[in-house]
């Protein structure tokens, strides 16, 4: 079964801070690597997401780093604030019988502390 | 637009007991899938539904299964309930279709939140 290591599991981090969380996948389908934003009681959301060809994405204070070699990728959080305190999933594609579909890692509760 | 739309929002079941947990989305999405969330173990693929009329497992299928009625509606069942079931379940949809290489967005539920006593 295709895995997707995510850590740290949880993380506090002081407004304005940086907050990082990191993966690391076995094998995957094709390059494309989304992060969701889970706030309690709601649903996962689309955050952002790096595609093939590019090592970064960036889109305001949120950066993914893609690192292909060590089978690696990370997500920043620039200027931390108390908005951003949620669960962060990433998740990786893997080919199960023909058929795409994302396995996600383990999650990280973040909170951003005054 | 309503997204995805889950019912019911919360249940508690009995061991044993049987039931149905309705997931429909309003955004002609192709592809359909069922997860369960629990506390360090992220979100697990139960069951997934590539178009209307096709169902296949995931990773955690084991003790449930699924109807894929119509494009719209995907729904999960539990046909005898287990301890070992009380999670939180989301149903996703998203555009692709689940047999070719894609980087569409999933788009979540709100959840239902089991408790099997």
């Known amino acids: 079964q295709q895995q997707v290591k995510q850590s740290p599991q949880s993380l506090i981090v002081q407004k304005g801070g940086i907050s990082i969380i990191n993966c690391a996948y076995e094998?995957?389908?094709?390059?494309?690597f989304p992060w969701y934003q889970q706030f309690p009681g709601k649903g996962p959301a689309l955050l952002i997401a790096?595609?093939?060809?590019?090592s970064e994405k960036k889109e305001g204070r949120f950066t993914i780093s893609f690192n292909k070699s060590a089978k690696q990728f990370s997500l920043h959080i620039m200027d931390s604030q108390p908005g951003d305190s949620a669960t962060y999933f990433c998740?990786?594609?893997?080919?199960?019988?023909?058929?795409?579909?994302?396995?996600f890692g383990t999650g990280t509760r973040l909170t951003i502390i005054p | 637009n309503a997204g995805v739309t889950q019912t019911p929002k919360f249940q508690v079941l009995k061991t044993g007991q049987s039931m149905t947990l309705q997931c429909a989305q309003d955004?002609?999405?192709?592809?359909m899938y069922w997860y369960r969330q629990d506390p360090g173990m992220g979100l697990r693929l139960i069951y997934y539904?590539?178009?209307?009329?096709?169902?296949d497992k995931g990773e955690v299928p084991n003790g449930y299964n699924v109807s894929r009625l119509n494009k719209r509606e995907f729904s999960l069942r539990l046909e005898s309930a287990a301890p070992s079931q009380t999670s939180v379940y989301f149903c996703?949809?998203?555009?692709?279709?689940?047999?070719?290489?894609?980087?569409?967005?999933?788009?979540f539920g709100p959840g239902t939140r089991l408790t099997v006593l």
């Open positions: 996703a949809s998203s555009e692709d279709s689940g047999s070719t290489v894609s980087y569409n967005e999933q788009f």
């Open positions: 094998n995957t389908a094709f390059d494309y």
């Open positions: 790096i595609r093939p060809d590019v």
């Open positions: 998740a990786a594609p893997h080919r199960d019988f023909g058929n795409e579909k994302l396995t």
């Open positions: 955004m002609n999405h192709n592809s």
């Open positions: 539904s590539a178009s209307e009329g096709t169902t």
